[in-house]
């Protein structure tokens, strides 16, 4: 599969000039756009019919599913981007690595890798390898108009700490005991997922993606001193790797109170925020160079909808001090939301009066 090239892809878009993208770029909007993490299953019925029976990773490399998954929310809620439907382990499994994602508990990998000759399991990644998920990219430009698909990948910190583990884990011991007894593999393992997060995201833009976004889900575990030396030069990289395409990046990890203004530094256009710290201060840790990105917590969906929309004015105005703010919530769309709170919560910040 021949992918187009940086110069094929410098033609306009035509979600250049949405409220999303502008934001994202600290650029006056029309209103605060919104969109959610996980917003693409998960809570909507319409998503769980078509999954039926469908393995998660299956339907990830599915053409025609993740390109109606991932309209879904566009449909139903309104909302101002679209995030492609995939997971953070979809270019590990591409590349041959031998895991799976397991109903209740997440992904799991068959061999943690722990050892230096293990390593060769990380090859670079190719668009043959993926062909079918940027056919589903392409396809979603062609769906979606003006609204802007967002792309995205999971940071080196992150995947490493599946890989090493074997799965999820509450207290990542056996990653920080590899990252601190063999500094030195460890810095090949996270230079190698680098390699293949960066490549990843730069075939998704390259297929049409308008912006992407960088998770490092499990980031908060560690010190600020354990991120600057150990994570951030690895994240940096693949940052770095689409910088020149032109597209605003995203930067989202939980628990990173502490860690704002470090994500920021390493290439990031937008840095998303949990719900754990408040948005204003979190513009100021973050800094006036970049947007932010949050901050309501998921929980609050779950409650009436006239506390929904307090809480969800009070982050906008807070929001305000920041060079560009896209309101989204903390993490991800807890599987219970009810779809229509979203959609009310939707139109609520787009008609949140602007001061």
Known sequence: MNLPTPETTARPRPTTDS???????????????????????????????L???VPMLESCFRPEMVVEITMQPVRRHGVDAAIFFSDIVVPL????VDLDIVPGTGPVVAEPIRRREQ??????????????????????????????????AGAPFTLASYLVEGGPSRDHRLTKQLMHSDPELWHDLLGRLASIAGAFLRMQVQAGASAVQLFDSWAGTLSLADYTEFVAP??????????????????????????????????????????RVPLDEAVQRIGPERSVQGNLDPTTLF????????QAARIIEQGRGARGHVFNLGHGVLPETDPDALTRLVEFVHGHERH
């Open 19 to 49: 409220d999303f993208l502008r934001a994202c770029r600290g650029e006056p909007t029309t209103r605060t756009p919104v969109w959610f993490m996980r917003q693409a299953g998960r809570s909507l019925p319409e998503y769980l019919a």
């Open 51 to 53: 999954r039926e029976g």
């Open 93 to 96: 499994k591409a590349i041959g």
């Open 119 to 152: 390593l060769h399991q990380l090859r670079e990644i190719e668009p043959d390898d993926v062909a079918g998920i940027l056919e589903a990219v392409h396809g979603l430009v062609g769906e979606l108009g003006a609204t802007p698909l967002i792309g995205f």
């Open 234 to 275: 690895h994240s940096r990289a693949v940052l770095e790797s689409v910088a020149d395409l032109g597209v605003p990046r995203i930067h989202f990890g939980v628990g990173t109170g502490e860690l704002l203004g470090a994500m920021g530094e390493v290439g990031a256009d937008v840095v998303g925020v949990d719900w």
């Open 303 to 310: 409650a009436p909808t006239e506390v929904v929309h307090a």
